[in-house]
């Protein structure tokens, strides 16, 4: 609290209005600082105060940093394994159109060997029909 030349003097009068304390000058002569007598204590208290939310701050900042690189080394993880199964899905993506396009000329191919049948069974009838 700071108060004025006269203000103290005031307060100097009334001493139910004044607790037991210290009047220190300030910088400007015109103000005088008081200060409690149970300041030192509350300083140490304060300090103390001061010292465990530090403490509970770097903690604090600590365990975040771990979670944080915790959950970084799970996503690299996630990565490699999704890069690993987007490559498995790319191989089998590959392999099933491989193995349609085999498939589908295999299908041609017996297509055209039943038309060829066909043809030939025909012409075969042609003939029979013809020499009759």
Known sequence: MVLTRSQARAAAQDQAG???????????????????????????????????????????????????????????????EYHAALAAIHHDARSSTAELAAHQQWIEGQIRKALEDTNLALQQELQVISNA
């Open 18 to 80: 004044i607790l037991e304390g210290i009047v220190t000058e300030v910088h400007d002569e015109e103000l005088l600082a008081v200060v409690s007598a149970h300041a030192p204590a509350q300083n140490v208290r304060l300090e103390s105060q001061v010292s465990r939310i530090v403490d509970n701050f770097w903690s604090e900042t600590q365990r975040l940093a771990a979670e944080t690189t915790m959950l970084q080394s799970n996503q690299v993880q996630q990565a490699k």
